[in-house]
Every structure is written in structure tokens, then in C-alpha cells.
């Protein structure tokens, strides 16, 4: 016999996803895309040449607003206090997380677990710190980003449930 399962909530697979380990993951990419070169995507655990990556900063619930204090490309957005099915992530780097290096590529992960050996609390991962990646939410190729430890770089993302 068939039960009428109801509509499950966007908001509670946002609320699900905030509650675990999110990093912002940054990575060196490829050289020739710089000259518009194309390739494959990376798979869903993986980036084509991590440098590392942080922790979130500042994960919240939002809502879509024309005047709304969150301002990405994708829209104006007001913080809510209630979960919605859009989560907003402020990802801010120190001024030495990778301070020279070229960034070509940023990915979102949801469940990076760290070795053992690594620090309580550390919010900066190498690569070699990792004992798994988790899962890749969003994935985005930027344009070469040249690092340098006067700036501290921040990246904010909304993404919709």
C-alpha cells in the first residue's frame, strides 16, 4: 500500500548542509585556462590542483530582497532568522593562507574531515591535512587571481535548496 508522502522542505536540506563542516577549497587550476583554454569539470570529491582550504566564516539563512544588505552576483538577499532554502556563505581567507599563489578555481565542500594530526581549530587546510574532502556543492572558475599577503581575500556565495 502507498502512503502520500508530503513535499519535503528545501529549507531543511539548507538547514541540514549549514549544520556540517563547510570550507571554501581554492586552487591553482590550470594555466591555460587564463587564455580561455577548456577542459572537463572536476569530479564531485575533487578540484583540478587545490593550494587549500578555510572554513566558513559566516554561514546564514537569507531570503531574496531588492534591498537587501547581502549584495552577490546573483542578487540582493536580508539575513533571516528562520531556515529558508537559501544559504548564504562568507568565506575570509587570512592574509597568509597561500600568499603567493595563483588561483584559478574556488570550490565549496560540505563534510571535509581533517587527519588526526592536525590541530584542534585550525580553520586553513593544506591538502596534506586532509583525511577526506567531503562533497563539492559549488564549483566556479575565476579569473587568475595572483594572492599577496596585503589582502585579505573574501568570497560570499548564496546557493538555493
Not at 597568509?96 to 574531515?113: K, S
Not at 596534506?128 to 556543492?137: F, H, M, Q
Amino acid at each position: 500500500r502507498l502512503r502520500k508522502v508530503k513535499k519535503f522542505s528545501c529549507a531543511a536540506v539548507a538547514a541540514s548542509i549549514k549544520a556540517q563542516p563547510i570550507h571554501l577549497a581554492w586552487g591553482s587550476g590550470l594555466p591555460d585556462w587564463d587564455t580561455g583554454g577548456e577542459s572537463e569539470l572536476p569530479s564531485t570529491s575533487d578540484m583540478t590542483a587545490e593550494v587549500g582550504r578555510r572554513r566558513v566564516t559566516q554561514p546564514l539563512f537569507c531570503t531574496p530582497d531588492p534591498a537587501g544588505e547581502i549584495v552577490v552576483s546573483e542578487g540582493r538577499f536580508t539575513v533571516s532568522t528562520e531556515p529558508t532554502n537559501y544559504l548564504y556563505l562568507r568565506f575570509a581567507y587570512d592574509f597568509h593562507d597561500a600568499p603567493d599563489a595563483t588561483i584559478r578555481e574556488l570550490g565549496v565542500f560540505i563534510g571535509t574531515v581533517a587527519k588526526s594530526t592536525t590541530p584542534v581549530g585550525q580553520d586553513y587546510l593544506l591538502p596534506e591535512d586532509i583525511k577526506a574532502p567531503g562533497t563539492l556543492l559549488v564549483y566556479e572558475r575565476i579569473q587568475k587571481l595572483v594572492r599577496s599577503p596585503q589582502i585579505r581575500q573574501q568570497f560570499e556565495f548564496v546557493v538555493q535548496f
